[in-house]
Structure formats: C-alpha cells, structure tokens
C-alpha cells in the first residue's frame, strides 16, 4: 500500500467490516526519505471481541515516486516490553558523548 503524506499513515486495519487492529496513538520519529513512525494500538480478540492489551510497533517507510510504503517493522507484545526497551535506549544515549 503506498501512501502520499506520511502524517496519514495507520497501523488501524479493518476485516469483513469489523476493525481487527485500533490505533490509539502515533509519533512520527523521523521524516524525509526514510521516516520512522511509532504506534500504539491494541487488537481485537476474534472470540470475545474485546480489544487487548497495548501494544507497540515501529515501523520504517521508504519513500518512492512520491509515496511511502513500509519497508520493515519491529512488533512489541506489550508496553512492559517497550518500557525496557526505552530504558536501555535511554542508558544507551546517556553514555554517547556526542549527544
């Protein structure tokens, strides 16, 4: 799928007109040719229908002709997961003197 404004992008998607995945948030991380984004979203159980836990994805994007498109992802199963990640991303860039 190829979109044409990078703030337009979701990780929403939708099946037999019931939405499977709900977006609850993103941030852009970076822009231009190769943009980061990061959502948070939670998916529908098929069974009782509920929507679970949160999760996380960060998704890079390719811009080609004028469009995005993803080029790869990383899924994180839950925000205790992500918040480890953080931490060690954070001690990471506390250490790196040149900022």
């Known amino acids: 799928m190829w979109i044409e404004d990078i703030d337009e992008v979701s990780v929403e ?3 037999d007109g019931v939405l499977r995945i709900r977006q609850e948030d993103k941030v852009v991380i970076t822009r231009g ?22 999760k996380v994805s960060l998704r890079k994007f390719r811009k080609q002709r004028g469009a995005y498109r993803i080029e790869s992802r990383f899924n994180i199963g839950s925000l205790a997961q992500a918040a480890a990640i953080a931490g060690a991303l954070a001690s990471w860039a506390e250490r790196d003197p040149s900022g």
């Open 33 to 54: 040719a190769w943009p980061v984004v990061l959502f948070l979203y939670r998916e529908r159980d098929a069974e009782t229908g509920e929507y679970g836990q949160l």
């Open 13 to 15: 998607y939708e099946e």
